[in-house]
Each structure stands twice: as C-alpha cells, then as structure tokens.
C-alpha cells in the first residue's frame, strides 16, 4: 500500500467518525434504550443560510484561482491551526490546489449544491436531481466510500456515500475528482 493511500484511507476513516458523532437516531424511538428522539431540523444550528456551491466555485472562490490571487484577496488562509490552508468566510470548504490552482473544494454539511444536494442527502435523491451519474465503486477491502460522479462538462460534484446517503461532497474539476477516488486523497 503506497503511503499516499494509507493517508488517504486514514483521512476518510477521521472523516467518516467526525462525520458521525453526535448524530441523533433517526425513526422511531425505544422507549428502553436510552436514545432521544431527533432534534427538529434546525435545531442547534445557527439560523444562517447553506452556502451553495456550483460548477464554478463558491462565492467569491472560482476553480482555477491561483493560491496568490486568494491570498492576496484576503480569502485564502494559511495562519488558522487546521491541516491545511482554509478559506475565509468559507468553513465548511477545504481548498485542494495542484500547480497553484484551485482544482477542488472538499466540501462538509451545510455546503449544498444548487440542486440541494447536501450531507446526509439520500443517494436515491441525488439520482433523481442529477440526469447522468456515474457510479464508482471503492476497491473492496478498504474503508473507503462508494462515489457517485455528477459531471458537467471539464466539472463535476463527486458525491462519497455509505449506500444510503452523502457522507461528503467534492467539487471541481471532473478529471481531478475521478483522480481523487481512484488514487485517494484528502483535504489534510
């Protein structure tokens, strides 16, 4: 195993625990074990609304832009104690740049695509909001997601998923998103 892949295996198994804590059951509830019914939907988060990103980038943030030019606009951080640079005013967004440009957005809940695609989003769904998807299959034996890969064009939404929903949402560049699932790699 190339270390690349342990790394990138070792991101995702972080990923899918972070991912998971604190999630409250959903359906019904028994009475004897001890879980708590869900939480409204809403409740706990602040009231601000999902940012959206599209197949050009998020606001103020567009595939291909260069490191410097980020920098420069004040958008791109390299001071905050995170794995790697992050983007002002964009929390949810982790920035993947190869030869100094933006080539995907490592995207978290709330971040939404315009067609509502969100974590935790049914896989069924994001069949039905997408015409064409491709499916790709995480090599058996690892801890790695399933994909499905909207694309559009040189873009796409490379939706990673349990079987049932979203766990994560990578946008960008359709090339660099389908290298990504087949070699591995994460944000940090």
Same mark, same amino acid.
């Given at each position: 195993?190339?270390?690349?892949?342990? &790394?990138?295996?070792?991101?995702?198994?972080?990923? /899918?625990?972070?991912? !998971?804590? %604190?999630v409250?059951?959903? $359906?019904?509830?028994?009475? $004897?074990? !001890?879980? *708590?019914p869900?939480d409204? @939907?809403?409740?706990?988060? #602040? /009231?601000?609304?999902?940012?959206v990103v599209?197949l050009?980038?998020?606001?103020?943030?567009?595939f =291909?832009?260069?490191? /410097?030019?980020?920098?420069?606009?004040?958008?791109?951080?390299?001071?905050?104690?995170?794995?790697?640079?992050t983007?002002?005013?964009?929390?949810?967004?982790? #920035?993947?740049?190869?030869?100094?440009?933006? &080539?995907?957005?490592?995207?978290?809940? @709330?971040?939404?695509? #315009?067609?509502?695609?969100?974590? $935790?989003?049914? &896989?069924?769904?994001v *069949?039905?909001?997408?015409?064409r998807?491709?499916?790709?299959?995480? #090599?058996? %034996?690892?801890?790695?997601?399933?994909?499905?890969?909207?694309?559009?064009g040189?873009?796409?939404?490379?939706?990673?998923?349990? !079987?049932?929903?979203?766990?994560?949402?990578?946008?960008?560049?359709?090339?660099w998103a389908? *290298?990504?699932?087949?070699? $591995?790699? =994460? @944000?940090?």
């Open positions: 195993m190339k270390l690349r892949q342990f &790394v990138f295996i070792a991101t995702l198994l972080a990923a /899918a625990s972070i991912a !998971g804590s %604190g409250r059951p959903q $359906g019904p509830v028994d009475a $004897g074990s !001890g879980l *708590r869900p409204p @939907p809403g409740a706990g988060r #602040p /009231a601000r609304p999902a940012e599209d050009r980038g998020l606001r103020n943030v567009e =291909g832009d260069t490191e /410097a030019d980020l920098t420069r606009r004040g958008i791109l951080r390299a001071e905050v104690d995170a794995c790697g640079p983007l002002a005013g964009h929390e949810e967004a982790s #920035p993947i740049f190869v030869d100094d440009r933006l &080539v995907l957005l490592w995207l978290d809940d @709330p971040v939404r695509t #315009p067609e509502g695609v969100t974590v $935790g989003t049914p &896989v069924d769904q *069949r039905a909001r997408y015409a998807v491709s499916r790709l299959d995480a #090599p058996h %034996g690892t801890y790695r997601f399933d994909g499905l890969l909207a694309r559009r040189d873009r796409a939404y490379l939706f990673l998923h349990d !079987g049932r929903t979203v766990r994560k949402i990578i946008a960008g560049y359709a090339d389908r *290298r990504l699932f087949a070699e $591995g790699y =994460g @944000p940090c």
